[in-house]
């Protein structure tokens, strides 16, 4: 019987590799993993948690503003991005700690370095070689844009959390939730926001009554959204500006360009064509339900598959993938229905479950309950910003098949709605429960009258 140094080697470190090694080596398996740019992958460091941390600045501007209505006299307001870059890598270095001792109070070892397959069993790292029973990839995505003349000026998300400066104006490319999300931040940052969309809609895989609501506030809190456009190319100027020509034949002035228009999954250099493992038309990762791919012993999840790309899919993808690896007998999948997500622009976007257009496909009857109000705390203040929450309901069974929500702390207030509609709630059950007296969110619970009915 052949011997291997490992039982498991993690080949990247971020949310799903850290917590496949860490379940591992506590439930006694041998197990390696290997990074080479950062613990905790894109979501610590260029993701989900710095993006959050600018999301929050950015929202003290407003909020100094609507002091006043509540007799708060904030004065002159100063911002330093020095300050909040340097706070913001400050806590990036502490979570990248955590991550390491989580890592080592686990037993994984950890491996600094870039890891190449050079045999199914065999990784390669630098100089070192490594054996282990079974390979697990979470190498995660990278940031792509098109290539164009003068694409060589722009930047991607990755760049963003590390400007030494904030531009006065920006063009962001793409109004998906990065671009929005970087264009609510920089807009509330004091920056000039231009937003250009290739189609005709923002946010397009979510639901339009929410890709409405979310173009119009954005657009009346100064973000300018462009849809049918697309930059044609870019070109630097004598004292570094730019100056980006559009399909339409203008040209816009701007000291920076930030392509938001997709990722990538980052398996370059891995040696997996070599090794016969099967990819995706886009260079995904092809698995099957327990993430293995047509190499036996290989395995793979997260970003780099290609599927739902978000960091708490994939700690729950490493979770079943874990527990599959020490019971084998009693294999279990994950279920993909129902998964909450957010969108932490201004306002913010929260969702789970269908659509209108996809539960109209699916489903005979449906009804759709909408509510568009003013809160409370805005009475007070010259802020115009209003928060819609709908819910789609199958008539035939009553249950509720998507909450979608656009106001303050929309992601917080949909996360609990999430745990309702895995439970299988229906619509009685949402009237029956009593909401809680002043909030946005008991509007969830009080829509009594459907707003349209689809037959």
């Known amino acids: 019987m052949e011997e291997y140094q490992y039982d ?11 917590r496949a090694a860490r379940m591992a080596a506590s439930q006694g398996l041998k197990v390696a993993i290997v990074e080479e740019r950062y613990l905790g992958g894109t979501c610590v460091n260029v993701g989900c948690v710095p993006k959050k941390l600018f999301v ?16 708060w006299e904030t004065g002159n307001a100063t911002f330093s991005w020095k300050t909040l870059k340097a706070n913001k890598d400050a806590e990036i270095s502490r979570l990248n700690g955590i991550y390491e001792k989580l890592l080592n109070n686990s037993g994984a070892t950890l491996i600094n370095g870039r890891a190449s397959l050079v045999g199914p069993h065999t990784i390669a790292v630098g100089d070192q070689q490594i054996s282990s029973k079974n390979v697990l990839i979470a190498t995660g995505s990278w940031p792509v844009s098109p290539n164009f003349p003068g694409s060589e000026h722009v930047v991607h998300s ?10 006065k104006r920006i ?7 990065i671009g929005l999300e970087f264009a609510s931040i920089l807009n509330g940052l004091g920056v000039e926001v231009t937003v250009l969309q290739r189609s005709d809609r923002i946010l397009k895989a979510f639901d339009e009554d929410i890709q409405t609501q979310v173009l119009e506030q954005m657009r009346k809190k100064g973000v300018k959204i462009l849809l049918e456009t697309q930059i044609k190319e870019v070109k630097k100027q004598e004292d570094g ?20 228009t997709g990722r990538k999954p980052l398996i370059s250099g891995l040696g997996l064509e070599s090794l016969g493992v099967d990819l995706k038309p886009n260079g995904a990762i ?4 327990h993430y293995q791919t047509s190499v036996p012993n290989i395995y793979a999840l997260g970003d780099v598959t290609g599927n739902v790309q978000l960091t708490p899919v994939a700690t729950a993808e490493a979770m079943v993938y874990v527990h599959n690896l020490k019971n084998p007998g009693d294999l279990r999948t994950l279920d993909y229905e129902l998964i909450p997500t957010a969108v932490f622009s201004q306002p913010n976007v929260g969702t789970v479950g269908l ?10 009857q449906v009804d ?3 509510s568009d109000f003013r809160t409370l705390k805005h009475t007070l203040t010259e802020n115009k910003e209003r928060t819609f929450m709908k819910l789609i309901v199958d008539r035939e069974s009553d249950r509720v098949l998507g909450a979608h929500m656009v106001g303050h702390e929309a992601g917080e207030i949909i996360q609990g709605i999430g745990v309702a509609l895995k439970a299988g709630a229906t619509k009685a059950d949402f009237d029956r429960t009593i909401g809680i007296h002043p909030t946005s969110a008991e509007e969830f619970v009080t829509m009594r009258q459907a707003t349209r009915s689809h037959r």
């Open 368 to 370: 759709v309950f909408c």
């Open 158 to 167: 990755n760049e963003m959390f590390y400007l030494e400066s904030l531009p």
């Open 241 to 260: 500006s730019f100056c980006a020509s559009i399909n339409t034949g203008e040209e816009l002035a701007t000291d920076l360009i930030f392509f938001a």
């Open 8 to 18: 498991l080697c993690v080949i990247g470190a971020g949310s799903g590799g850290v």
């Open 355 to 364: 659509t209108e257009t996809q539960a109209k496909e699916k489903y005979k």
């Open 286 to 289: 092809k698995v099957n339900q």
């Open 56 to 71: 929050y600045a950015s929202a003290f501007l407003e909020e100094f503003h609507d002091a006043r209505g509540f007799g």
């Open 171 to 177: 063009v962001i490319v793409g109004a998906g939730y």
